[in-house]
């Protein structure tokens, strides 16, 4: 993978498919565009996946870091035109990820939202909380990270080198850089009749079992409310629930008929579905 610059930019944790629908994976409050690396042996086989990696110095607005990601899915649309796009963000990637189609929503073909954190404003004792980040003395705000994981990550479902990634990556955001990436979520809003001007095909994924937001009735509150939208979820999963061993992505996908294989391609990789 190459190495994250001080702006945005896309990682290609795969071989190039320029044929393939794009795939661009847009993360949670780390960052890093890694932590899908679970995902990727599954997801390659009808996509051309992108990963987004943000700066761990970027203290950009939700309309900056909204814009820097159109024009990064323009520079790989540039020539293919035609290219569907498969637009997915995972917790505070699923707020970034509705900011983008309000953006521009020419761009994108269907939309996958994975645990949004779009509740976590409407959270009060998350609020309060994300607050208490600023309390934290430097020398053991690297560590506090351990005391997440809990409400993260079903941790007994994930393997230890996956739990060792996520502690990882937790570890390595700075701390001005998750007070800032809090106060985004705090602010997010996104109204009734924003979202049901979305009118491409969307599919909420929710784990029953995240303790960190209440995935499940917010997946049924988006649900009713985006106009072409429907929802599966996940009885056992916790918030990082793409970390856990049993759970394939490309999977709900296709049992979900959210996988579109474009005509030029359709005889070649009927097999793709089976």
């Given at each position: 993978m190459p190495e994250i610059i001080s702006r945005p930019c896309l990682l290609t944790p795969k071989p190039l498919r320029p044929d393939f629908p794009l795939f661009v994976f847009l993360p949670g409050m780390?960052?890093?565009g890694k932590l899908l690396r679970s995902q990727l042996g599954y997801l390659e086989v009808a996509f051309d996946i992108r990963s987004l990696a943000i700066s761990p110095g970027d203290l950009t607005s939700w309309q900056v870091l909204a814009g820097e990601v159109v024009g990064l899915i323009e520079a790989e649309l540039e020539g293919k035109k035609q290219r569907p796009v498969y637009l997915c963000g995972e917790s505070f990637g699923g707020c970034?990820?509705?900011?983008?189609?309000?953006r521009a929503p020419h761009l994108i073909?269907?939309?996958?939202?994975?645990?949004?954190?779009?509740?976590?404003?409407r959270q009060p004792l998350l609020h309060f909380g994300s607050h208490l980040v600023a309390l934290l003395p430097q020398p053991i705000y690297p560590y506090s990270a351990a005391?997440?994981?809990?409400?993260?990550?079903a941790w007994e479902r994930?393997?230890?080198s996956d739990l060792e990634e996520l502690m990882k990556a937790m570890e390595n955001v700075p701390q001005k850089t998750t007070l800032w990436r809090l106060s985004l979520l705090r602010e997010f809003h996104i109204s009734t009749d924003q979202l049901r001007n979305i009118w491409q095909p969307t599919l909420l994924i929710a784990g029953a079992a995240d303790r960190l937001l209440p995935s499940v009735s917010e997946a049924k509150q988006l649900v009713s409310r985006l106009p072409n939208a429907k929802m599966v979820t996940l009885p056992n999963s916790g918030h990082a629930c793409l970390l856990e061993a049993d759970v394939d992505l490309f999977k709900i996908l296709k049992n979900q008929d959210f996988i579109e294989i474009p005509t030029r391609q359709r005889a070649g990789k009927s097999a793709i579905l089976k």
């Open positions: 780390d960052g890093t970034l990820a509705l900011q983008v189609i309000q073909d269907r939309l996958i939202l994975i645990n949004p954190a779009s509740s976590f404003n005391g997440l994981v809990p409400f993260l990550a994930m393997k230890t």
